[in-house]
């Protein structure tokens, strides 16, 4: 695929072959450090735990000993860019920790979001992939959560959504996940095979922001004791505007990407206000 081509439609890609944190945040990243959902109550969101290991790899770490003193989290988000097309990203979950004895409720996601303005507001977008290595959420399976958002109430909880669930191990290899976004509504795919279509009060209102997060669900967590560290790991990620492509098309054209020495790229419209990565 010629550059020309790779680069024809309004899009959004990113290699992460940056060289530091502050050329993620030059590229137009914001590394989030405000407090707020979800995760932990009172755990700090740290951008110094996100990590550019090489090989076009970004991890976000995430660590707990039970306590929210004892606790961070991570979080990388774009501005409100993204709404009709498709969105795909290769990412590597885990299932284990680093260090520590493994069971907490780590939660790993990948997702599409606007703000949420007040409870129940009828403006609210999101396009959420989350992955439960130890489950959590009342039930212990590890599963893959494909979940489309109507409206939220975050305190006291209710939400209502569509979602379906991939109850299997993904920890330790590589798995493309991609969403379709339509106004008539959203198709799922994990690798080259669809697992759900969301329509209805579901399809998106507004443009959202692109994120990737590892945070920790609260109710959800081992007793207080040893540090327990999570990794989760990203390759690449794409967008294309107003296409609704498939996983194979769109890896297709990141490897056109690559072959051009594309190692990041945003045709996208610009938002109209800077990026926030909380709610």
């Given amino acids: 695929m010629s550059a020309t081509l ?83 990203a290769r990412v590597r979950f885990s299932d284990t920790p680093l260090s520590g004895p493994d069971g907490d409720g780590a939660v790993q996601a990948f997702f599409q979001v606007s703000p949420l303005r007040f409870d129940y507001d009828p403006l609210f977008s999101e396009l959420d992939w989350e992955y439960l290595p130890n489950g959590g959420w009342g039930a212990p399976d590890t599963r893959l959560y494909g979940v489309a958002w109507q409206t939220v109430r975050l305190e006291p909880w209710e939400s209502h959504n569509l979602s379906v669930e991939d109850k299997q191990s993904f920890g330790g290899r590589w798995v493309q996940l991609t969403v379709q976004a339509t106004p008539q509504g959203s198709r799922w795919f994990v690798d080259e095979r669809e697992i759900a279509f969301h329509a209805g009060r579901t399809v998106p209102r507004q443009a959202m922001g692109l994120a990737f997060s590892h945070w920790f669900s609260p109710g959800n967590l081992l007793p207080a ?55």
């Avoid at 690449?236 to 107003?242: F, L, P």
Wanted: with cysteine; hydrophobic share 40%; net charge negative.
């Fill in 6 to 88: 790779a680069l024809a439609a309004a899009l959004f890609f990113d290699d992460f072959n940056q060289a530091d944190l502050a050329a993620l945040r030059t590229g137009g990243w914001t590394l989030r450090s405000s407090a707020g959902h979800p995760g932990i109550p009172g755990a700090r969101w740290d951008p110094a735990r996100i990590e550019l290991p090489g090989q076009g790899v970004l991890r976000l770490h995430a660590a707990t000993d039970g306590t929210p003193a004892g606790s961070f989290q991570t979080q990388i988000c774009r501005p409100q860019q993204f709404l009709w097309g498709s969105t795909s």
């Fill in 225 to 279: 004791g040893p540090i327990r560290h999570y990794a989760f790991d990203v390759d690449w990620v794409v967008h294309v505007a107003g296409e609704p492509l498939s996983p194979q098309q769109l890896r297709e054209r990141v490897l056109g990407l690559r072959a051009q020495g594309v190692a990041a790229h945003d045709s996208l419209p610009p938002a109209p206000q800077p990026p926030t990565c909380d709610f």
